[in-house]
């Protein structure tokens, strides 16, 4: 999927991106267009991490039947978590960065 330029509304090749800006776990890509830095919303990507680390610690638990007793729930959680974190990479908007 092409992000659009929250600035110029053109679509972005993920490969026309030149610069980038890496601020702990958010990414900030400059525009090739319009040179307007913008990023996913910040929310977002707070949830899409918190999603996949619960997602690899539930994972980790059914590995190694730690709480066996608990493994249909943590499948169900991780199950959920994919879902958000996937729904989250293709719906979510950039904005720009002020
Ligand atoms: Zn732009």
Redesign the pocket.
């Known amino acids: 999927m092409k992000p659009t330029?929250p600035?110029?509304q053109?679509k972005i090749n993920s490969t026309d991106i030149i610069n980038t800006n890496k601020k702990g776990i958010f990414i900030e890509k400059q525009?090739p267009?319009?040179l307007?830095w913008f990023g996913l919303n910040k929310t977002l990507e707070v949830l899409k991490t918190a999603g996949i680390s619960l997602l690899l610690i539930t994972s980790l638990l059914n590995i190694f039947s730690i709480k066996s007793e608990y493994s249909s729930i943590f499948s169900t959680v991780g199950f959920a978590e994919i879902f958000i974190a996937m729904l989250i990479t293709f719906f979510s908007k950039h904005e720009e960065i002020k």
Request: charged content about 10%; hydrophobic content about 0%.
């Open positions: 330029c600035s110029c053109n525009c267009s319009c307007e």
